[in-house]
């Protein structure tokens, strides 16, 4: 618990062992803060313009692995009320919190810094993170966290409308890819993980990270980045910024898209940089296979040969 960032960054400076090697440190902070990122309006996808939205939809997992999508339908008060919720958890005085503290990945609600291993990496990352499972609801909320008071209640309704949209974006996918709109909608998306990411304001942005470059393990990624930037995108040999907008949701596409898709969609490489003014706070929506899934190339989008082989998703 004393690990946490939010525990005692206040007025230090960056430790040693968060100093990134020059290679992957950020240096200069200034890159194109994106209009390349497309923005999708998805209120377009229910009349005739639908076929125009796929287009767009696969033409930016294609050329850069993400999208930000608006008039997405999900309210724009619970988005708020979420992010509210998201903020009072980690301000909350750490006797608050400390139950939930914990090293072992397996645990099923978990308050932890860093990356998923803090003992064996080699640097740390300036990232607090709170991260449960949402799936299916009545077992998982038991393990939520109890304070504040309605954190149970307005994030099983964010997640439940998060899930939703995440459905709806992947029958946009798949009417893209030509596959039947429910192809995705059951044992592909069965499972669902909400991480929360505190990034508290840094004393020097440029030679650490919040999280350092990867790709996202899962099937696709709904981020609420909230109105503080941080997040960059790997496209064309250089980082680019992704916009905050208000009231928007960051779509990525996860390494289990790109393997159905026979990388028709690309997973893309994206870390989050931090700044020295003030916190951020970002929460990330993950879309998950079941474990039984099998993962394997769709066999309508191979032409020639696949590009992978087909395995089970608890393998991965
Ligand atoms: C992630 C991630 C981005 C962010 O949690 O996998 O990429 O802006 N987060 O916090
Ligand atoms: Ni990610």
């Not at 301000?91 to 645990?107: R, T």
């Not at 696709?220 to 064309?236: K, Y």
């Not at 929506?285 to 089970?312: G, T, W």
Request: hydrophobic share 35%; glycine share 4%; with cysteine.
């Amino acid at each position: 618990m004393e690990k946490l960032v939010s525990r005692w960054c206040k007025n230090k400076p960056l430790p040693e062992s968060y100093i990134f090697p020059p290679e992957t440190r950020p240096g200069n902070l200034v890159v194109p803060t994106c209009n390349t990122i497309p923005v999708i309006d998805l209120s377009k996808a229910e009349g005739q313009n639908r076929t125009h939205i796929v287009q767009q939809i696969l033409k930016a997992g294609q050329e850069y692995g993400f999208f930000q999508v608006v008039n997405h339908g999900v309210p724009e008060s619970l988005m708020n009320e979420s992010m509210d919720v998201f903020k009072e958890f980690f301000e909350m005085p750490w006797e608050d919190k400390a139950m939930l503290y914990s090293e072992d990945p397996k645990n099923r609600c978990r308050l932890s810094t860093s990356s998923v291993n803090y003992a064996r990496e080699k640097i740390h990352h300036w990232r607090d993170n709170l991260r449960h499972p949402c799936h299916p609801l009545q077992d998982c909320i038991k393990h939520w966290p109890q304070k504040p008071i309605r954190y149970r209640e307005v994030v099983a309704t964010y997640t439940i409308e998060a899930k939703k949209l995440g459905l709806r974006i992947l029958e946009l996918v798949s009417e893209g890819l030509g596959l039947e709109s429910r192809y995705f909608g059951d044992k592909l998306s069965e499972s669902e993980i909400l991480s929360i990411n505190h990034y508290p304001p840094c004393p020097d942005p440029s030679l650490t990270l919040g999280i350092a470059k990867h790709c996202d393990p899962n099937l696709l990624t709904l981020l609420h980045q909230g109105d503080v930037s941080g997040l960059q995108v790997f496209n064309n040999g250089e980082w680019i910024g992704v916009e905050p907008l208000h009231n928007a949701f960051v779509v990525n596409i996860g390494n289990q898209l790109q393997i159905i898709s026979n990388n028709k969609l690309k997973s893309v490489e994206h870390r989050v940089v931090t700044n020295s003014r003030v916190a951020r706070t970002s929460a990330a929506f993950f879309i998950v296979p079941s474990k039984d899934s099998i993962i394997e190339p769709e066999k309508s989008l191979v032409d020639d040969a696949p590009f992978y082989r087909a395995f089970e998703f608890k393998d991965f």
